[in-house]
């Protein structure tokens, strides 16, 4: 199963006053003078490492002046979901990361909000999801991994950043499921962000790790992990050592989106800033040094494309997570 939004750059000029940051007209360099980003999550995890990526980005590309970043945890992302909805006049200079799990915790209830209670921005980038060891374990490859797990299901627990039936929960049974277990009897445990969740595997709680394939990278380079498997059709660049799982006979692939959200009842030239923004630095060398680094897809839709997108996805994942038993 793949899920991928289609490409389109959405750009915009915008030219009013604003009171959360002045763009100049269009043809200017400059577009807006702060960003204040909100991450629903901890530090070290992909929505982390996104909103600070993206903020480096337009920072040093000159498209925004100063960006600041605000972890807040809680409520499996619902925390800063009702935050930004419950204060969202004061908030209109803030910028929400979200990704597939904003959809997943709708329609399990972890959070009674939906995208629909948010102004939609912009998805920005796709990262592929990688299962990952530590890099002194004796399991070398997925074959290795699922030979552990008919051994001793109960002793090859699986790791994630999410809460169960979350987003590295799914990705765990979809690759599982495809490779002929019983999802529903994996043995997964939950941790509070992705970098809770790689210390946990680094600390030995954990047999493997089902992570974000960006949070893995540095790691992996570092060699202090292995990446046994990525979700990609094809091997990625930022780190080609790592193999398909679809090359070890699993026939899974999936990319996980992510991207911005604004407070509800967002003024429309802030919204078309934020827009003007995000879209030209997807031209710059900050941000292909970012997405680079990270291996990251660049993937980009605006307003209403970025809309219909959710709202399949919606339907896709719905009927998948019945399928697996989560809903």
Do not use: C
């Not at 996980?256 to 060398?285: C, H, S, V």
């Not at 990251?296 to 009927?319: C, P, R, T």
């Amino acid at each position: 199963m793949t899920l991928k939004l289609g490409r389109r750059a959405l750009m915009v000029a915008a030219t009013a006053a604003m009171s959360f940051g002045t763009p100049v007209l269009a043809g200017g360099h400059q577009v807006l003078d702060s960003i204040h980003f909100l991450i629903p999550g901890g530090a070290g995890g992909g929505w982390d490492g996104t909103a600070r990526g993206t903020g480096e980005a337009l920072t040093n590309a000159g498209l925004v002046g100063t960006a600041s970043y605000e972890n807040m945890s809680g409520g499996g992302g619902g925390k800063a979901i009702g935050y930004l909805i419950e204060n969202a006049e004061s908030n209109h200079g803030t910028l929400m990361v979200n990704s597939t799990p904003i959809i997943i915790r709708s329609l399990t209830g972890v959070f009674p909000q939906n995208f629909r209670d948010l102004t939609l921005v912009a998805g920005t980038i796709g990262d592929y999801a990688a299962m990952v060891v530590p890099a002194d374990s004796n399991i070398d490859s997925m074959a290795d991994l699922l030979a552990a797990y008919d051994a001793d299901p109960n002793s090859t627990a699986i790791g994630g950043g999410s809460v169960p039936g979350g987003m590295d929960h799914l990705v765990a049974a979809m690759v599982m499921e495809a490779a002929g277990k019983d999802a529903l009897e994996v043995k997964y445990i939950p941790y509070d962000a992705g970098g809770k969740a790689m210390a946990a595997l680094l600390s030995g709680e954990i047999k493997a790790l089902s992570t974000g394939f960006s949070e893995a990278v540095a790691l992996a380079q570092a060699g202090e992990v292995k990446i046994l498997g990525v979700t990609s059709d094809e091997r990625v660049g930022a780190y080609e050592d790592a193999p398909t799982m679809k090359e070890q006979g699993i026939d899974t692939t999936f990319v996980n989106w992510r991207g911005f959200f604004g407070a509800p009842g967002l003024p429309e030239d802030q919204l078309a800033a934020y827009q003007d923004a995000i879209a030209k630095m997807y031209d710059t060398p900050e941000w292909e040094a970012v997405r680079a680094r990270n291996g990251w897809v660049n993937i980009h839709n605006s307003g209403d494309d970025f809309k219909a997108f959710l709202e399949n996805q919606e339907k896709v994942i719905g009927d998948l997570m019945k399928k697996l038993g989560f809903l």
